[in-house]
Structure formats: C-alpha cells, structure tokens
T-cell receptor, first 110, second 113 residues
Framework: SQQGEEDPQALSIQEGENATMNCSYKTSINNLQWYRQNSGRGLVHLILIRSNEREKHSGRLRVTLDTSKKSSSLLITASRAADTASYFCATTGTASKLTFGTGTRLQVTL | NAGVTQTPKFQVLKTGQSMTLQCAQDMNHNSMYWYRQDPGMGLRLIYYSASEGTTDKGEVPNGYNVSRLNKREFSLRLESAAPSQTSVYFC????????????FGEGSWLTVV
C-alpha cells in the first residue's frame, strides 16, 4: 500500500510561476525524499529531508516537513518548461524501506 | 560511469511465457531493488536485496523471482507471465537499504498479451 499521497494529482502553471506540491503520509518516518520522473524515464532524486529537519533548500527547490501533521511540501520557484514532469514523495520508516506516493503531474506552459 | 543499466528496454510476451529482466549497477552499491509502476500509481516494490547474497520480498512479490548474482547484478524473472504483469519495471540501487538515495535505471516496458 502507498505510504505517501501527493496532492494535487495534476498541476498546470505558466513558466515563471511557483509550483507547490504536497505529500501526506501515514506512519512515523526517518526521512522523506522527493523524486522527479520525466515522461518515459526513470526517477531522479531531488532532495532528502530528515525527520528532525523542518525545511531544506536546493537551488529553486524548497522542501518543508511537518511531522506533527505527517506532511511535506515541495515548492519549485520560478518554474521552467523543463520542470514539466511527475514528482513523487518517498518515505522511509522503521522498516527502512522506501515507499513511494502516487505522484503529482506538473505541466509548465510557456 | 553508466549508473544503473537494465535490459531489455521493451518486451512483448505471450501469457505463460517466461523471461528475465537484467540489471547491473557500477556504483558499488550494496542494495538493489526491483519496482513496478502502473498508470496512476506510484512505484511498488517487488523484491529487494539489501546486500550481496540476500533477497527479500517487497510489497508485490507474487509471480516473480529474483537473483542477486553478485554485487553488481540483480535479475528479475517472470516464470509464467500474466497480463496483470504488464507494467513498467524499474531496477534501482542504493549504497545501503536504510533510507539512502536510490538511483534508478531507465525502465523496461513489458507487455503480456
């Protein structure tokens, strides 16, 4: 069963706008990761945030984690057409296995 | 440095046929994984190998077998393919199995008719 659930399922924005995706999970985690998947390709790791961290930045990416609400958000600032992809959150819990959510499909139009 | 390489890229099978998906990584990672991805769903873990010589079932192991041939290679076998196994299969690896970053192959598109 999926541990994480992303919201929204699909998001369409214009280039230059910010994109925010949310992930909710069910059980306690050790860390949470975000991955990107371009159409027809494998997943690529974006960022990892540990359970004792609240916010992390990497370039145009900002990830927050609220363990009390069991949720995380991924913000992509100043989006580009090349950001068009599906984005997945993945959690690691006590079983140390990475469990993926169902993904958010982001479309960035010119 | 090729990362994770999996073959074949595309395969069509008839129901009941068998086949093996091959996977190799050149990053000296200890852990390797096989996932399947179906439309509208995330990735589901089929089998994983935390280290050379060990394999364990994931979320959806039925109908599959795996072999960790050596540290580099981890193969997935479908003994008697079924239409429900039509999917995209991803091999992946990580340094350790405990929540490290996972590196994925490019995927294998399998259709069972």
């Amino acid at each position: 069963s999926q541990q994480g659930e992303e919201d929204p399922q699909a998001l369409s924005i214009q280039e230059g706008e910010n994109a925010t995706m949310n992930c909710s999970y069910k059980t306690s985690i050790n860390n949470l990761q975000w991955y990107r998947q371009n159409s027809g390709r494998g997943l690529v790791h974006l960022i990892l945030i540990r359970s004792n961290e609240r916010e992390k930045h990497s370039g145009r990416l900002r990830v927050t984690l609220d363990t009390s609400k069991k949720s995380s958000s991924l913000l992509i600032t100043a989006s580009r057409a090349a950001d068009t992809a599906s984005y997945f959150c993945a959690t690691t819990g006590t079983a140390s296995k990475l469990t993926f959510g169902t993904g958010t499909r982001l479309q960035v139009t010119l | 440095n090729a990362g994770v390489t999996q073959t074949p890229k595309f395969q069509v099978l008839k129901t009941g046929q068998s086949m093996t998906l091959q996977c190799a990584q050149d990053m000296n990672h200890n852990s390797m994984y096989w996932y399947r991805q179906d439309p509208g769903m995330g990735l589901r873990l089929i089998y994983y190998s935390a280290s050379e010589g060990t394999t364990d079932k994931g979320e959806v192991p039925n109908g599959y077998n795996v072999s960790r041939l050596n540290k580099r290679e981890f193969s997935l076998r479908l003994e008697s393919a079924a239409p429900s196994q039509t999917s995209v299969y991803f091999c992946a690896s990580s340094e350790q199995s405990s929540g490290n970053t996972i590196y994925f192959g490019e995927g294998s598109w399998l259709t069972v008719v």
